[in-house]
């Protein structure tokens, strides 16, 4: 029987460490698959054996403030490793832990496959060198990150991205357009807010106070809220209740919401990048700890946050940081999107985007791949 353990720490890595065990119980129904993840990945077939909700984080400053529970999580799974003998150690993004725990894998002589490996093409490229050695397999999602991995001397692959597999609307278009109450003729604005209480509590409020000012443009606009199943209910209801304008929220169905909108005011993580394949451009914003902000521009090497502009080479979607995310700024960003002279134009450069994304069958060539490295193990 072969045995696998999944880590992944956030609601992006959940979906993504469901689609692969979804995957590897298709090739070997007999695989087990354990670890950390959440919902996703439970309802795949995975025993989640560590709920990632508990060590959601946000920010530098944050996740050093944390360190004490990650290093007594990183001994939870080394104590699992020893009783349950994994024949694969496998990492789904989340990497300032992952790597971490990588190294205990490393020490019981458990292959480490990683699977959307740390950014060393933004920042800390030392990093790329330290995974090479660290790990048995790297694969890789963006073809610079490939470069990258390749140029420190690891065993890399490109293996295509995930999303094009995992982003797709699986409602009626009817069913979607009644489950975001989508009127014809009017357009439907999508507020994606985040996962985490601190991107909620950081961004949200900004959101909404850019809801009048598209109003005054726009009188016929309408807005939608989409609510991760991390975010406390109570936690979001009290913070739309400051909006000047209703907002109705939604959960679940995230892709059929996605394209059933125009467009989004968005978090900056890989939902920019999903909104993208939907067809639905993204103002992208990001408020953090200042402090954060500041360790992070120092050690930072790219032009930009959001992954359809990194894809692209250029900004094609408007990038609101610490100071410049405002209201005003926020809604210019939106009137443009829903401009009939710019609205054709934003459609096909996200398409461009995508089309850089590689071919489908990502998730199953990942799968190959980690029971390949597993089965190397027997």
Known sequence: MTKIFISAGEASGDLHAAAITKEILALDPSAQVFGMGGDALRAAGGE???????????????????????????????????????????????????????????????????????SAWAWRPGRATMVAKLVTKVACIY??????????????????????????????????????????????????????????????????????????KLPNADFVLQKAPTIDTELLESILKTSFLPVRWVEGDNYDVMSACDAAIATSGTVTLEAALCGLPSVICYKANGLSVAIAKKMVRVKYIGLPNLIAGKEILPELIQEKLTPRNIAEGVLNFLSADKHETIKQELKNVVDRLGAPGATKRVAELILKVAGENK
């Open 143 to 216: 073809p610079f990150a490939y470069d990258v991995y390749k140029a420190a001397g690891a065993n890399v692959d490109f293996v295509g991205n995930p999303l094009v597999d995992i982003v797709h609307p699986s409602l009626p278009v009817a069913e979607a357009k009644a489950k975001v109450s989508k009127v014809e003729g009017r357009p439907l604005v999508l507020l994606l807010p985040g996962s985490r209480v601190k991107e909620i509590t950081n961004v949200l409020p900004i959101m909404l106070e850019a809801l009048p000012l598209i109003k005054a």
């Open 48 to 118: 989640v054996v560590f709920d990632f909700k508990q060590y959601s984080i946000m920010g530098i400053v944050e996740i050093i403030k944390a360190l004490p529970m990650f290093f007594a999580l990183r001994d939870s799974f080394r104590k699992l490793m020893v009783e349950r003998q994994p024949d694969c150690f496998v990492t789904v993004d989340y990497p300032e832990f992952n790597m971490r725990a990588a190294k205990v894998a490393k020490e019981l002589h458990i292959p480490i496959v990683s699977y959307i490996p740390p």
